[in-house]
């Protein structure tokens, strides 16, 4: 009875703070309308996604009570088509001492009717510690549900003494999945090392093996032959169409002019082969936000990866323009996975064909708070161009040969307010760019070139009297709206 209680209590508290600032929200012009937002405050990474009893579950690390993050709980949104999404109470919270400075990711695991969830227990010891060998607890637990909301007690499967001794205390993220009567868990690490006596810690993996989701043991490590980022974060081990796919996210790889321009990196690699990660590493996405996707299998044997449409740490380079308004960040569009010429191919799922589209003439238009696609063809050699928003304030993208350009500036060369502080992404693809799709929900753009060769997010910031679309110099060109 206590228990409950306690829980309601934590629930309750984020339900009012959703309530309370559900006008302000929803009238600010960022809002998006199939795109997995928080209700209130800040969301990071996708967490737990899966279709259970035919619906789609997808949580995500939710800070409702601060608009910069923090962390404190797993939220929760439904939907029957992975557009639509309908936001149900939060499911966990700082409550256990293994977990009490945050519930940080996971996965989900379905199985005879219910739902396992795993996920990181992180504990930050008040103190003076660097927080890499000390002053951090990194805990994996599980709990299980019946219907995708109500949480069992939760057990806790692996502490620091499970760890190989070499590992530093960043152990998290665990992503579960089951394979010839055993369960797996990839865990993202930073392990200890030195470049001399430099201190120079190596990214890896570690894969823990069970027969029974709760007695785990290390089954064997996932680690580049040279160093490839000081830590990984959100590894996510699964086949496609025949590969091993390994998805990662490696913090700390240095920007080259046309290849990991963000902060922090998030790509994969295909171990096929038996490569090692760093030979096959591609990036998932090349635009300014994308980090820590997940991927899972629905119920008709698709992959589908969510990634969040942020990156950590950007405070000083991306000026958000919904924080005004009490939110920040969302999720990516769901996106299809498939293997060719050696690639991973991103495509958005089939079901945004079901939503009620309608073409505008030409290749000009303005739009408002309907979501926006745009899909044209290149003639060879002849440069393509899509301008969102106005020439004063606008995102233009440039298409020639094998190279896209996503560039925030106006005409004038000035920054535009509506690129919230950044200015030029890069994409390149195997060969010439034939075909170009543009989504555009609100205050995201998400742009799947050659059927999802390359993939490149951007949040963009424009008010409603500016959202134009301008397309020059394609074959063809269509541009649609949503009717609903
Ligand atoms: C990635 C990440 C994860 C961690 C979570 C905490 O963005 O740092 O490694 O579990 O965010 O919110």
Redesign the pocket.
Known sequence: MGKEIENENWVNKVRAEENRQKDRLNSCPFRMKYHIMPPVGWL??P?GLCQFQGTYQAYF?YSPLSVN?G?GFWGHCTSQDLLHWQYQDPVLTTDRPEDRS?V???SALIEDGTMYLF??G?VKLPGDYDYIDEGRISSQLMVSSKDGQHMSEKTVLLGMKDYPEDMTAHI??PKVWKDQGHYYMIL?ARKRDFDGDRRRDTGCALVYVSDDKKQWKLDHEILPKENFGY?W??PDLFELDGEKILSY?PQGLPAEPERCQNL?QSGYSILTNGETPEKTFREWDLGFDF??PQTFEDENGRRILIG?A?V?DTIETHRNLSVQNGWQHCLTIPRELHTENGAVYQRPVCEIDTLSWKQEEGTHCSFEREMVKIETTLQDGIPAEIRIGTEENGLMIHMEADRIQMTFLNKKGEPSACGGGRAIRIGRTASEIRHAFVLIDNSIAEIFVNDGEVVMTTRIYLEEPERMITVNGCRTCEIWKTEE
């Open positions: 990071n990474d967490n690390q993050g962390g945050g940080y990711s996971g996920y990181t992180n998290r993220d993202g830590m974060e959100c996210c922090y980090y820590a969040w942020g950590p």
